[in-house]
């Protein structure tokens, strides 16, 4: 084998590594985008309030129905905690969503999720290799827009609050037997080695470039 056939390979893994990089850097811009979008819809998003008493916020940008149609659904994101100081938010670690049945599907568009962490309780659900909706905690439907300030003392009662958006569409959702776990794979792209979504959080992981625009964002909470 010539020298020239040689350096044939380890150009294609140069070349294609970029390509790696902006995949992580296009998610974590779409998922600012839906956070700024669906928390900044006024009477018909997420209201600012529940935001601001959030202990951790979960966004997955366009979860995707599963290809065999029985209510599969399937979406990658991330989450990001409050400093144990109080000020500021977290690195992002990653997270997917799994199984059960989303909602708010219409016509198969793909359907943006943003969570709410409201309490400890939540956090250590969240911050769990995985668990299941329905089974190990409950996730309650959010109120949209107006209504949150009629429903605040039944919503600060939840662990969990959650909202979906889909062609412009808001509402609460409850994802009754999705499984949301740990997504490992993203976490060593964002990181460059394994790290648990705890390590992540509650740790004083660095922000990684490509999610400071969230982390900044964020921070007006």
């Known amino acids: 084998m010539t020298s020239k056939q ?23 811009k779409t998922a600012e985008t839906v956070m700024r979008e ?17 202990k951790c916020i979960v966004i997955i940008p366009g979860v995707k129905k599963g290809a065999i149609g029985v209510g599969g659904q399937y979406g ?15 690195a992002p670690g990653g997270i997917r969503i799994e199984g059960g049945s989303i909602g708010l599907q219409l016509g198969g568009t793909d359907t943006d999720v943003l969570m709410l962490v409201m309490n400890d309780r939540g956090v250590d659900r969240m911050l769990a290799s995985k668990f299941t909706v329905g089974a190990d905690a409950a996730v309650a439907a959010g109120p949209v827009g107006r209504q949150a300030n009629a ?4 919503t600060m009662m939840a ?21 949301l776990r740990e997504d490992n794979s993203e976490n060593k792209a964002l990181y460059g080695k394994e790290m648990s979504n705890k390590d992540v959080v509650k740790g004083n992981t660095p922000v990684p470039k490509a999610a400071e625009s969230l982390i900044a964002f964020l921070s007006k909470y």
């Open 76 to 90: 990658r994101g991330y989450i990001s905690c409050r400093k144990d100081a109080g000020s500021g938010w977290s």
């Open 6 to 28: 040689l350096l044939i390979p380890v150009l294609a893994g140069v070349l294609a590594l970029p390509v790696a990089l902006r995949a992580d850097d296009e998610r974590l």
């Open 151 to 154: 429903q605040t003392d039944a």
């Open 38 to 54: 669906m928390a900044g819809a006024s009477d018909k998003g997420v209201a600012e309030g529940l935001i601001q008493k959030a």
């Open 159 to 179: 662990e969990i609050l959650a909202w979906s958006r889909a062609r412009g569409v808001f509402a609460g959702l409850s994802l009754q037997g999705s499984t």
